[in-house]
């Protein structure tokens, strides 16, 4: 079973004091397309309104489905191993169905549970002693940078541009392949709660409208094309040399 690739918000909390557990919910934006060459503006405007560290991104996820011995509900779970760092990094997550009914209906986000926890380097043979199944594997390289609010709320927004492999054979991460030559995603995160997602929906919403000359955010299933204003955006922004305003 194939699955969308979308642009995912964490919403994270410490869940029965457990280290490296999370519970969350997630607010989904909208998967963008980037055209490459605008890649380097895309980073000028980010350092510009986040003043931070750029953090390379290259993870290798395996998405697996359950078997037929694990219930008549199907789910899905993402192994993650984090290949930025000299020591791999494991993790696995379980993305819920998006929230419903008419609020949901009028947020410009989706709203999703979502499941995190750091693991051992053998997991994958665990999940399969499980009754788990593969179901397809990618590569994610690029980079990402936090933008910190404080207004109207407390929050730290992660905006990561990256482009998605297919791998060609089992595991295989030294040979990927482009799944969309050319094209980037751009995926925005924010942590929240049940309590505040409207807010965060908000915050994040401001600062797609402030990316709008670059890119065009939107949610899981509504066309987001290359916006026209891109490339005369970006001169402007690399001949600049970044920005200064904060949102």
Same mark, same amino acid.
């Given at each position: ?7 995912? /918000?964490?919403i994270?909390?410490?869940? *029965? !004091? ?5 519970i969350?919910?997630?607010? $989904?934006?909208?998967?963008?397309? /980037? ?10 405007? /980010? ?5 931070g ?6 993870v ?6 359950? @078997? ?5 509900v ?6 993650? *191993?984090?290949?930025s ?8 997550r379980h $993305? ?8 949901a209906?009028q ?6 549970? %979502? ?21 397809y594997?990618? &590569? ?6 936090? /933008?910190?609010k404080? %207004? ?7 905006i ?6 297919? &791998?060609p054979?089992?595991?295989? $991460? ?12 751009v995926?925005?995160s924010?942590?929240a709660?049940?309590?505040n997602?409207s ?7 401001g ?7 670059? %890119?065009?955010?939107?949610k899981? @299933?509504?066309?987001? !094309?290359? %916006? ?20």
């Amino acid at each position: 079973m194939s699955r969308r690739l979308d642009m995912s /918000l964490c919403i994270s909390c410490t869940f *029965c !004091g457990i280290p490296g557990y999370r519970i969350s919910l997630s607010i $989904v934006l909208g998967v963008l397309d /980037l055209v490459t060459q605008h890649v380097d503006a895309l980073e000028v405007l /980010l350092q510009g309104l986040c003043g931070g560290l750029r953090e390379t991104i290259k993870v290798h996820e395996i998405c697996l489905k359950t @078997g037929p011995n694990l219930g008549a509900v199907a789910s899905e779970v993402h192994l993650c *191993c984090s290949l930025s760092q000299p020591e791999p990094v494991w993790s696995v997550r379980h $993305v819920g169905g998006a929230m419903r009914g008419a609020g949901a209906d009028q947020l410009p986000a989706l709203v999703r549970p %979502v499941l995190e926890a750091g693991i051992s380097n053998n997991s994958l043979r665990f999940m399969y002693s499980l009754g788990y199944k593969l179901d397809y594997e990618m &590569l994610r390289t690029g980079f990402s940078f936090q /933008l910190h609010k404080t %207004v109207p709320i407390a929050v730290t927004i992660t905006i990561s541009v990256t482009a998605v492999h297919r &791998l060609p054979k089992i595991h295989a $991460v030294d040979d990927p392949q482009p799944v969309t030559p050319g094209l980037q995603m751009v995926q925005v995160s924010a942590p929240a709660s049940p309590d505040n997602y409207s807010e965060v929906v908000g915050a994040i919403s401001g600062l797609a409208e402030y990316l709008a000359p670059l %890119v065009h955010l939107s949610k899981p @299933g509504v066309p987001a !094309g290359i %916006v026209p204003t891109a490339s005369t955006a970006a001169a402007a922004l690399v001949s600049r040399g970044g920005i200064t305003k904060v949102l």
